[in-house]
Structures are given as structure tokens and as C-alpha cells.
């Protein structure tokens, strides 16, 4: 379950017209029109310490795919503080250590806590959001397979489904501070 703060947005289903949010999609009703929002969380890569060439041709591709995108679409891009305790649980379970631990990793790991807590660092997250004007799956195989040539450069798409999860980055939106 999304808790929210108080000082967020009363009514975001007003704030977006929103008729109805399922695991799949966020449904609005613009101008009498309805519409499934559909986001899509998309992972860039990074461009440094590669060369020329390959900067190059990444930029060809995302050019050719911006070309080719017959959707409106908006994108969304969400700096949340980085939350240190998740990163480092997450950099541990891909370390196979002993559950005694050595002295000398558990300063180690003691140190990039610090280390991250001093530099306030932030997570950025890029996100695509698009609807479609009807119920139509050819249209929304259309969107992914358009969103996939993103994947020829190296990021990663993934489409954001679970009724929370499309909720929270709705009132990330327009929210500076959740938890």
C-alpha cells in the first residue's frame, strides 16, 4: 500500500481526470474522450569512458526512434533522495559472504554508508508515459515494439503494471516528498 504525506496533492484523481486505475493501466476521460495512460520505466545507459563511434551510433538510434514515435507521449523524469540503507541491501546480495563477517568488510561496507550519506545522492528515474484513444492491443504492441528500439542502444524498457505502483509515480508526479 502508497502512504502518502498530507501536504500531497487533496484529489489526483481530479488533478489528472482519472475514471479508474487497474494493475494494467490508468484510465482517463479527457474532452469526453477516454484514454488508457500506459508508463513505461525506461533505464538509460551511460555514455561515459565509451567512444566516439559508439556515442555516435547510440545517438542515431535514439534520433531514428524519436522519428518514428506516431504516439503522444509525454516523459517524466523523477529525482527521489537515494535511499542509502536500500542500496547497500541491495549491493549485499550480490556478494557471497559468510555470515561471519570480517572485521575488515563490515568497515568496508561502514564506509560506503558514510561515503554515500556525506555526497546526498539522488536516484533518477526516467519514465515514457503514453495512452491510447481505444481498447487496442494491436496499438499497445505497436507502443512496446516502438519503446524496444530502445533497447538496441542498451537501456532497458520496462512497463510499470500494479495498480500502487502506477498510483505512486502519479503522486510522485506532481508530490515532492512520499514515503
Known sequence: MVIFKKNTYKDIFELYNIQKITDECIEVCINKIKKKVYI???????????????????TNIYTEFL?????EFQILVSNQKLDVEKYIQDFM?????????????????????KKLYDEQLYNTKYYIITYIKNTSIKKEKEI????????????????????????????????????
Open 40 to 58: 513505461y520505466e525506461i533505464s538509460p545507459i551511460t555514455i561515459l569512458n565509451i567512444s566516439d563511434e559508439i556515442v555516435s551510433n547510440i
Open 67 to 71: 522519428r518514428e514515435l506516431e504516439i
Open 93 to 113: 546480495q550480490f556478494i557471497d559472504i559468510d555470515k561471519n563477517m570480517s572485521e575488515i568488510y563490515v568497515e568496508y561496507i561502514e564506509d560506503i554508508k
Open 144 to 179: 512496446m515494439a516502438t519503446l524496444c528500439k530502445l533497447k538496441q542502444i542498451g537501456c532497458n524498457v520496462k512497463r510499470i503494471i500494479g495498480r500502487n505502483n502506477l498510483l505512486k509515480i502519479m503522486y510522485n508526479s506532481i508530490n515532492k516528498e512520499f514515503i
